[in-house]
């Protein structure tokens, strides 16, 4: 069974940092592409960035440019993002998903069932 587990959350101060990762389990995903997304309370989920399997490739929401950086380790089949510069728009719920590319939540096959991202003003 395919798992994806998300950490690294929580409260941090407009400013700050926090560095999210994704582990999966249940099969190797070296040779997919894995994507973040998220979502605020009361708004559709959105693409932030995604990251092809060699991690030759990424691409990123316009809100997230310059301050967002997705990586990967596929001997640890793990996906990161490195926040920096956090915002209180960033807050949400953030989504790792796997087997897929682009910024279309449909392009992807698995999900993680989030992790609670909360920037203070």
């Known amino acids: 069974q395919v798992q994806l587990v998300e950490s690294g959350g929580g409260l941090v101060q407009a400013g700050g940092s926090l560095r999210l990762s994704c582990a999966a389990s249940g099969r190797t995903f070296s040779r997919s592409g894995m994507g973040w997304f998220r979502q605020a309370p009361g708004k559709e989920r959105e693409f932030v960035a995604a990251i092809s399997w060699t991690g030759g490739r990424t691409d990123y929401a316009d809100s997230v440019k310059g301050r967002f950086t997705i990586s990967r380790d596929n001997a640890k089949n793990t996906v990161y993002l490195q926040m920096n510069s956090l915002k209180p728009e960033d807050t949400a719920v953030y989504y790792c998903?796997?087997?897929?590319?682009?910024?279309?939540?449909?392009?992807?096959?698995?999900w993680g069932q989030g992790t609670q991202v909360t920037v203070s003003s």
């Open positions: 998903a796997a087997n897929g590319w682009g910024s279309s939540e449909r392009q992807y096959d698995y």
